[in-house]
């Protein structure tokens, strides 16, 4: 069952057109990737889902649960269930990790603040009274931005680049907290241009130049992304026949 | 036995509990009256009352430790008035101490605190103020707080200034350190604005000798009409002495922020930096709380915990 619908798509920033009629489905309970090159406009895709600010003004419609999103707030997006996590996590000065997690804590779904932490890979003891700030490396911020998912269990998350700054070990963390989302019922979008992450997505969608090419599972895209896109040398100007 | 104007102060800054304590000092000052004190070997506290206030001297015998921190209440239940703190401070060589200031104004309408501060810090000596502020809603409070700080070779400072409830009024603070060889000075204020309030900082330091080391903190939140001005000076004058001005105001409604920070080495060896961010709440902080379900206002009222926290 659809739980999140995007129906014609078309956003213009600063004048230019960074999507261009996208119409996708993200199935309920599943993990789904958003794959392409650097510039394919899947952050743009994800903003735009949110209602970041700068991503509010877009033609066709954006349906979660039967609902359009068009006119809400991201914090009213947030409360019927959906949320995004950055490719660099914000930092916070003076702010704990524990009133960060506690912050999006549910106590309906979510996991507690302490086994978030835990089922993120890091010690409860040892960091929630530390400040999510520039004390926290890149990818502790990662984890604990993911921590804040869990504690939340949104029913739709979107992952931006969820292995940027990530060592190997810390990865098959990050990709058992998405299991635990998926287990927990969320639907999660993955945005990536990683084959290491797409191969962890069941279905899979292909944007390039804010176009969406090619749907699949997420093992066939990987040989599809692999064998087309990785060897493009021509900046993934996509053929206008290519286009889906 | 503490009169009842204590005991309401005491209860106002928490601290009715640990002034029971036998090794915990501690000197009550209600508007310009004295009304208990507890003092400890090696530590003299001569209080002296002056007309609006009290003139205090302390001095700390030479390696003398005070482990638990030292409460000092000022306090005025008065709506109206004047207390003048005049403090003399002398902390002997090698001797350490943490000072809790409690300046407690819970009902001011037309209250001015001044302080006026000359403290020393002896060789290897450690002096830490911690000065707390609890305001009425009002805003009916004038606080002028100012001192002249000198640290001897190897000495330490640390001073920070913070409003725990109600709002600032006016405050004017006003600090000027002199660093001498090795010593290390850290002044933080932290601040949230409101209404009408109007704050003036000025905080300054001189690293003048080798190998001296500061920092000037300021972090101000503003609201609603309330207006800031922060001056950060510190002058490097010695090799290897090392400094960093750090400002940051969080600018909401119509409020208004200035900073001025001021560098200055006069030694090729020396080596002194700034950073001021004035401006509304960080978008992505704002845009990711916002994306685990708190409204607007409450994801702005987190960073701002955070950052004065």
Redesign the interface.
């Known amino acids: 069952m659809s739980v999140l619908t995007l129906k014609n798509i078309s956003l213009t920033l600063n004048d230019k057109k960074i999507l261009y009629d996208v119409n996708l489905e993200f199935l309920s309970g599943k993990i789904h990737a958003l794959v392409g090159p650097n510039g394919a406009g899947k952050s743009s895709l994800a903003f735009t889902i949110?209602g970041?600010?700068g991503y509010r003004k877009f033609e066709g419609d954006i349906i979660f649960n039967g609902e359009s999103l068009k006119d809400k707030?991201?914090?009213q997006?947030?409360?019927l269930g959906?949320?995004?996590a950055?490719q660099e996590?914000?930092?916070?000065?003076?702010?704990?990790v524990e009133?960060f997690l506690k912050?999006?804590y549910?106590p309906e779904k979510g996991l507690k603040p302490e086994e978030a932490l835990i089922r993120s890979g890091l010690q409860p003891d040892r960091y929630l009274k530390r400040?999510v700030d520039k004390t926290l490396s890149g990818g502790e911020r990662k984890k604990v931005?993911l921590a804040?998912i869990l504690a939340?269990m949104p029913e739709i998350v979107m992952l931006d680049e969820p292995d940027s700054g990530i060592d190997v070990e810390s990865l098959e963390r990050i990709f058992d907290a998405i299991k635990v989302l998926k287990k927990k019922g969320s639907t999660v979008i993955l945005i990536t241009h990683s084959l290491k992450v797409l191969e962890h997505a069941e279905d899979a969608f292909l944007l390039c130049c804010g176009r969406l090419m090619e749907k699949g599972s997420g093992r066939g895209m990987c040989k599809y992304f692999k064998g087309k896109c990785i060897p493009c040398n021509h900046q993934n100007v996509p053929e206008a026949n290519d286009a889906k | 036995m503490p009169n009842n104007d204590a005991l309401v102060l005491y209860k106002a800054a928490h601290i009715d509990t640990d002034l029971n304590d036998p090794n915990t000092a501690h000197l009550t000052i209600s508007h310009d009256k004295v009304i208990s004190s507890q003092s400890l070997p090696g530590l003299n506290v001569i209080p002296k009352e002056i007309k609006d206030g009290v003139d205090i001297k302390i001095v700390l015998e030479e390696n003398t430790v005070i482990k638990n921190p030292v409460h000092m209440c000022f306090g005025m239940l008065k709506k109206e008035g004047v207390q003048r703190i005049i403090l003399d401070i002398d902390i002997k060589a090698g001797a350490s101490i943490f000072i809790i200031a409690h300046c407690i104004f819970p009902n001011a309408i037309k209250v001015r605190h001044l302080m006026d501060g000359k403290i020393k810090v002896g060789e290897h000596a450690s002096y830490t103020y911690l000065e707390k502020h609890i305001h009425a809603d009002s805003g009916g409070v004038e606080v002028v707080p100012k001192a002249r700080v000198m640290l001897s070779d190897y000495a330490r400072f640390k001073t920070d200034f913070e409003l725990l409830r109600g709002r600032v009024g006016k405050l004017d603070l006003d600090y000027e350190t002199t660093c001498l060889a090795h010593s290390v000075m850290e002044m933080t204020a932290k601040i949230n604005g409101s209404g009408d309030d109007i704050i003036k900082i000025r905080e300054s330091a001189l690293l003048e000798g080798e190998g001296a080391r500061g920092v000037l903190t300021s972090?101000v939140a503003l609201r609603q009409n309330a207006q800031a001005e922060i001056f950060n000076k510190l002058i490097a004058t010695a090799p290897f002495a090392r400094g960093h001005v750090d400002c940051?105001e969080i600018v909401q409604d119509k409020a208004i922020a200035s900073a001025v920070p001021i560098v200055e080495v006069r030694d090729p060896k020396a080596h002194v930096t700034h950073e001021a961010a004035i401006g509304s709440v960080?978008?992505?902080?704002l845009?990711?709380?916002?994306?685990?379900?708190?409204?607007?206002e409450?994801?702005v009222e987190?960073?701002i915990?955070?950052?004065?926290?």
């Open positions: 949110m970041l600010e707030s991201i914090d997006r947030a409360k959906i949320t995004l950055w996590p914000a930092r916070y000065e003076g702010l704990t009133k912050a999006a549910s400040a931005e804040s939340m | 972090r940051k960080d978008s992505k902080q845009q990711t709380l916002m994306a685990r379900g708190l409204s607007e409450e994801a987190l960073i915990q955070g950052l004065l926290s």
